[in-house]
């Protein structure tokens, strides 16, 4: 368990620091592009952020579950706090910003975090009655539905999608009755099919992402760029600080389109890389819950890891085409201060549980042993 949670570091070191070295090149020849002068302080608070996750023991909010519930509260007041007009910050037509001062703040960042911890615990806690209808499904479909509420009327879709599959995924893993589960399942979809249908800017946006060569020019501008970048960068790429289409062609080059100016420079040798390594560190998550030491453990490590996995997807898949675009940030590498600490804070969460795991059998022919002994 400790060579997972030492890969699960590294992998992550090494993605942070490429994040840190692909914003000081993004930020060359951009007028007031200098994306370093917060992001190395938000590194440090989420660095200590990771440290203390990992410290404590994650059982404490077993044990007094006042704490997560008080989290979870906070949390639900600052999403209610961005919605007021006059406190939360309004950028592009959504209000999803708190400002601190020279700081802002996301509280859907800190809402995907504080919903997973909750989930986990009311899993662990009801974890005889998940099967059932009123416990299993409808409490904590409650709670979902609130949060994810709150987020879409911001608007942030993304986040909502995002937090509705990994919410269904843990609930699945709790043992949620699929018989219990399909029917809102279903509704779901309808429901968002038919918001993406009646909202123009949002079928705008899937038009462009099926007609890319015909509205480059227009919606579909950042996605046509951003394959123009990767496919500019070729192998081995132009040369670090050496792109061009971060110049103005991809506006949000540093955010959710970092991706490209990454595959531009330094090619698919990079990017490949990069895919490798969120590959390990969901691995590496998977890993530990399936020898975490109780119920919470698990899925307190399973929501973390396909919670980091889903972004890191959604984001590759914007930027090459493969999906819409979503406006999900790569985790580790996107320019953003609240991103930052909240997934460094799930990693030091991850190694928590690692570190209080049990030891998996080294033994191969254990498992045969115990059925034998079972059947004599």
């Known amino acids: 368990m400790r060579r997972i949670a030492v890969t699960l570091f590294f992998s992550v070191a090494a993605l942070t620091a490429l994040g840190m070295v692909m914003l000081v090149s993004a930020s060359i020849g951009v007028k007031e592009g ?26 404490v909010f077993k044990r007094l579950p006042w704490i997560n519930i008080g989290i979870f509260l906070v949390v639900l007041g600052l999403l209610v706090l961005v919605l007021i007009p006059s406190i939360g910050s309004r950028v592009n037509g959504a209000s999803r910003w708190l400002k601190l001062g020279p700081l802002s703040l996301q509280p859907s960042e800190l809402a995907k975090v504080a919903l997973v911890m909750l989930l986990a615990l009311y899993a662990d806690r009801y974890q005889r009655w998940m099967p059932t209808f009123w416990r299993g499904m409808v409490i904590p479909g409650v709670i979902v539905i ?17 937090l509705a599959t ?13 018989r219990f589960f399909l029917p ?18 949002r079928s705008e946006r899937i038009y462009s992402w099926l ?18 970048a990767l496919g500019s960068g ?15 062609f991809i506006p949000e080059h540093h955010t959710d389109f970092i ?53 890191a997807v959604i984001n590759i898949g914007v930027v090459t085409g493969s999906l819409p675009n979503k406006g999900i940030s790569l985790p580790f590498l996107s320019y ?39 059947i004599s």
């Open 34 to 59: 200098n994306y370093l002068v917060m992001q190395p302080i938000w590194c440090c608070v989420g660095l200590i952020a990771c440290w203390a996750a990992a410290a404590l023991d994650y059982r």
């Open 166 to 178: 990994v919410s269904s995924i843990m609930l699945l893993i709790a043992g949620i009755r699929w």
């Open 234 to 248: 070729g192998v081995t790429g132009v040369g670090l600080g050496d792109g061009r289409q971060k110049l103005g």
């Open 336 to 374: 953003g201060g609240s991103n930052l600490v909240v997934m460094l804070a799930s990693v030091g969460l991850l190694i928590n549980v690692a570190r209080h795991g049990r030891e998996p059998n080294t033994n191969p022919f254990a498992l045969v042993d115990e059925l034998a002994s079972e």
């Open 211 to 228: 007609h890319v060569e015909e509205t480059k020019l227009g919606k579909g501008m950042q996605a046509y760029q951003a394959m123009v």
């Open 259 to 311: 991706f490209s100016v990454i595959g531009e420079e330094l090619g698919l040798i990079a990017t490949v890389g990069i895919v490798l390594a969120f590959v390990l560190v969901v691995g590496c998550g998977l890993y530990i819950a399936c020898y975490a030491s109780d119920t919470f453990g698990m899925l307190l490590a399973a929501g973390i890891t396909f919670l980091i996995g889903f972004q």
């Open 184 to 201: 809102p399942l279903i509704i779901g979809a309808v429901a968002l099919g038919c918001f993406l249908w009646n909202n123009p800017m």
């Open 146 to 162: 609130v949060v994810l509420a709150l987020i879409f009327k911001e608007p942030d879709v993304g986040t909502v999608i995002l």
